[in-house]
C-alpha cells in the first residue's frame, strides 16, 4: 500500500504523488486511504502553502486499479460498501476538507475514478496530450467519486450528461474547452507551469485563501445570494483584522511582494 502512493514535502510545496505503474497508477481501496492521509498531514503541517496531487511516471490515474477486481468485489454487499464508502471516499473526502490549496497536474490517462478525483481539486492543469473520461458506462458502472455533486457545476448538466452517458475519451484540449481544467499546455512545459503555479499558491495569503475556497465551495453547492454576501462579511472582517493585511497593504504601497505569514 505504502509503495503506490509517495508524499514529498520541499516546504512551501507538498507533491502527493499515486504511484502504481503497472496499472497506470490506478487505485486501490489501501492506496485512497493512504493518499488521503497524506492530503491531511499536509494540510496539517504550517510550512506547507499548496498540495500538488500528480501521477508518477506517464500517467495521472487510471481510475480503480482493475487488477485488483476479484478482490475488491469478494464479501458481499455491505463490505462493497466499506469498499466505496470508507475507502475511496476517503481521498474524495480530503480534498474537500482541505484548507490549503491543491493543484492537480496531470498528464497520461485522467479517466473513470482519476476523473472524479481532479474534479475536486481547486485548479487542475494537463498536457494537450493527456487522455479524460468518464468511462464507468464502458463496464456497467456509474461515477462514484462525487462527479455527479462536482461536474454539473464545473461543466453544466447537459455536458455532465454528455461525459457520463457516451463515455468518450478527449484530450487535454478539449478539456480546456469544456472548462475542466484550467490551463493546457504542450507536455514539455507541463512541469514548468507546475513549478510556476505551485509557487504562485504558495506566496498567497493563507488565511485569505483559506476563507475564500470556503466561500465559493459553500456558495457553489448551495444557498442564496444573502448567504452568500453574510459568508463574505464574516470572511472579511477576519482578513481586514489581520496581520497579512498590513502586510499587504505595506507591500502595495512599498512596491513590493507581500510575504503573507497566515496570521
Sequence with gaps: MSDMAHL????????????????????????????????????????????????????????????????????GQERLREQVRDRFHAVIRALQATDTPTLAVIRGACVGFGFDVVLHCDLRICAHESTFGQVFKRIGLVPDGGSSFMLPRIVGLGRAMELMLLAETFDGRRALELGLVNRSVVASELDDLAAEWSARLAQGPPMAYRLARRNLRAGAAQGSLEDALQREVEAQVQC????????????????????????
Excluded: Y
Excluded at 493585511?245 to 505595506?250: A, E
Design 8 to 75: 514529498h514535502v520541499e516546504a512551501p510545496v507538498a507533491k502527493v504523488i499515486i504511484d502504481n505503474p503497472r496499472a497506470r497508477n490506478g487505485l486501490t481501496g489501501d492506496t485512497c486511504l493512504r493518499v488521503a492521509e497524506m492530503i491531511r498531514s499536509a494540510d496539517a503541517d504550517p510550512a506547507v502553502r499548496t498540495i500538488v496531487l500528480t501521477g508518477a511516471g506517464q500517467h495521472f490515474c487510471s481510475g480503480a486499479d482493475l487488477t485488483q477486481g476479484a478482490k475488491s468485489l469478494a464479501g
Design 240 to 263: 481586514l483584522q489581520s496581520r497579512d493585511m498590513t502586510r499587504g497593504v505595506r507591500a502595495f504601497f512599498s512596491k513590493t511582494t507581500p510575504e503573507f505569514q497566515g496570521d
